[in-house]
Each structure stands twice: as C-alpha cells, then as structure tokens.
C-alpha cells in the first residue's frame, strides 16, 4: 500500500466522520454506530480484495487512552462549578456508584452462568461492562438542557474513574484483605495530591509560556502524568477531570495571593483554544479508534445463539439497574437518562487490558461488541422516542 494510499484512506475516515457527526446531530444516532458500521464494511471489503493488513489490535489500547483522556478533559473544560450545583454533582456520584456497583455484582452472576469460572475470574470480566462510556454519553448529551447536560458529563466522567479504580483495584487483588483496602486509600490519596499539584503547576505554566505552541505540550504533559499515574496504578482519570475543572473555574477562587500568581488577562481566550484543541483531537482519535475496532470484529461469532442470548440478559439487566438508581438519585427526570448508559471506548480499554490469565474464552471481543453496539443502538432509539414524546405533549 503507497503512501498516497494511505493518505487517502486516513483522510476519507475523517471526512466521513465529520459527515457522521453532522447525521447525528440530525437524526440522534451516535456517530460512534456509524462509525463501528464503517469499520465493518471496510473489514469486509478488504476481506473481499484479499488485502493484507496491519495487526490493528496493537495499537487500539493506545489510540483509546489517548481519545479517553481527551474527552474527558474536553467535558470538564465545559463544567462552571458554583455552590448550587453540588445537588447535580452529589446524584450523578451516587447513582454513578450505585449503578456500578450493582451492575458488577449481576454481570459477574451472568458471566459464571455462562462460564461456570471461579467467581474472582468472572467480577474481573464483568467490569468492563459495567463502565458507562463517557465517549459516547458525552457528545449524545449535547440535545439535552444545561442541567441534565451536566448531569451525563458527571456521571460518565464519574463512572469512568471508579470504572478503573475497581478494574485497577480487581486485577491487583486476587484475595482481598485489610490491606488491599490500605493500599487503595493510599493511592487515592496519593493521585488526589497529584492531581493538585498538577492543576497549580498547569496553570501558572500556561500563564508564563511566551511560544506560540503551548496548548499541546499542556495536553502532553497532561499524557505524560496520567501514563505514570497508570503504570503505578493510580487512578488518573481524577486528574484530567480535576484539572479541567480547576482550569476553568481559576477564575472564581477569590483569595488575592492566587489571583495575583496565576491568573492572567488572556485566560479566557487560552482556555477557549485549549478546549477547542481538546475536542478537535478527541474526534480525531475518536474516529480511529472506533473504526479500528469495528474493522477488527469477527462478525461470524455473532451468529452463535448462546452469545446472543447472553449479550440480550447482559442489555437488559444493565437497563434494569439504571432504572431502579435513577429513580432514587433522579427523582426529577430519569426518563431520558435511562436509556444513556452506552457500553464504549472505556469498556474496551479495560477489557483489552485485562490480563490474559483472566481473559474468557466465552466472553471475548465479539461478546463486548455486541453489548456495545446494543447498548449504542438502545440510547439511539431511547432518545428518539423522548424527543417525540416531549413534543406531542407540547402539542
């Protein structure tokens, strides 16, 4: 394949999916469906020209950590914390906690029906699929009001971050003991004190670069602390989503010592193109990643009754558990937001980290794709049902 080839092909993928994002604004289908569905095409013409490709699977994880912190981060550019938002903030914990928590303990009982593993084996396995994607529920908020908006970013960006200090937390203890609850304190600890020397230091930074390329050497040194954050198993995604939250809203700490130190006249304008950095990056890395992972499915597993079937149990129990929470923590509107708990890039991050001695042969790539085309083609229709309910009641 030439060069020319290839530039070809990599610059078709964005303008495509640039065209999706326009589609989904239009009609509310995630333009991650769309892009999972060109991913399988282009699989099953290159399978018809008999092209040999690239082993894609090596470079999935990194395209995903990148993408995640990206969005995340680009989510938290967005949030303007004020004392009336720690209802909105306290909910989207809890009930992002809650749904976890309980999604784990019914997936891993499904996981050992299916498997008959050891339980251990089976709640490492069940993680993945309890995660709500921030990938995908982030940008399919964007229709929603300012408060419900929040509400998605928080939940997701929440369910991410406990996603992966459960995960971390799972895969590192084989049996759990008083110290396995020691070590973990420590870490959160640990990554808390990080994260907060990491916005002071971020911020007084970009007040003090004079070059005009600064924005990507923040987001580099944002990729270079998580990955050592990572690789000692602290729970990074604290970070990106503190320091974005810290960068925008500097601007309301009062104390006159800070003011003077780290906040400058260009701030604004800085944090503008910093979001607008973030999120062009995000959709880039965004794009790949899906399509990489739609090309690399095997789709003849899927026509195995038993993983459908399961892959059904696993949708509807995750339905189940979002309903029962939101109806304790979302009190006020929980109908649109039962049907955004789509399974996506962090649930794939997870379980291709997963350790191959934990790996099921039962519960394998094609199992989590179909949960995560399910669950993406379920918020899909939920959504579109809403919109057209709350507007003939209008009418």
Request: contains cysteine; proline residues 2%; hydrophobic residues 55%.
């Amino acid at each position: 394949m030439t060069t020319y080839t290839i530039l070809i092909i990599l610059s078709g993928l964005v303008i495509f999916s640039y065209l999706f994002d326009l589609v989904a604004s239009k009609t509310k289908i995630p333009s991650v469906l769309l892009l999972l569905m060109l991913g399988i095409g282009l699989r099953f013409l290159v399978d018809y020209l008999k092209i040999h490709t690239y082993n894609f699977l090596t470079i999935l994880p990194t395209l995903g950590t990148v993408g995640l912190i990206l969005i995340v981060f680009e989510g938290s550019l967005e949030l303007k914390y004020d004392k009336n938002k720690n209802k909105i903030i306290k909910s989207a914990f809890l009930s992002a906690l809650s749904i976890l928590l309980l999604s784990i303990a019914v997936i891993t009982f499904i996981i050992y029906q299916i498997t008959q593993e050891d339980f251990y084996t089976c709640m490492a396995n069940a993680v993945p699929f309890s995660v709500i994607s921030s990938a995908i529920a982030i940008p399919s908020a964007a229709a929603l009001n300012g408060k419900d908006k929040e509400f998605v970013i928080y939940e997701s960006s929440f369910s991410d971050i406990l996603g992966v200090i459960v995960f971390n937390f799972v895969v590192s203890n084989a049996s759990v003991s008083a110290y396995s609850f020691v070590s973990l304190g420590f870490s959160t600890f640990l990554i808390v004190l990080l994260s907060a020397v990491a916005c002071i230091v971020l911020l007084y930074i970009m007040g003090r670069l004079v070059h005009h390329i600064k924005f990507f050497l923040i987001i580099a040194i944002l990729i270079l602390v998580y990955a050592i954050g990572q690789s000692y198993h602290l729970s990074s995604l604290v970070l990106i989503l503190s320091t974005g939250l810290f960068l925008n809203n500097a601007d309301t700490i009062q104390n006159a010592w800070f003011r003077g130190l780290f906040l400058y006249k260009n701030l604004t304008a800085d944090l503008s193109q910093l979001y607008q950095l973030s999120a062009e990056s995000a959709f880039i890395l965004r794009t790949f990643f899906f399509v990489i992972f739609g090309f690399t499915m095997n789709l003849s597993e899927l026509n195995d009754q038993p993983v459908l079937a399961n892959g059904f149990f696993i949708l509807a129990s995750i339905y189940v558990i979002r309903l029962i929470c939101l109806k304790i923590f979302k009190k006020d509107s929980a109908t649109p937001f039962l049907y955004i708990a789509p399974r996506g890039l962090i649930s794939i991050l997870l379980y291709l980290n997963l350790p191959d001695s934990l790996k099921l042969p039962q519960v394998g790539t094609s199992f989590l794709f179909l949960v995560v085309l399910g669950s993406s083609i379920v918020m899909t229709l939920g959504i579109t049902l809403s919109k057209r309910k709350r507007e003939e009641i209008r009418v």
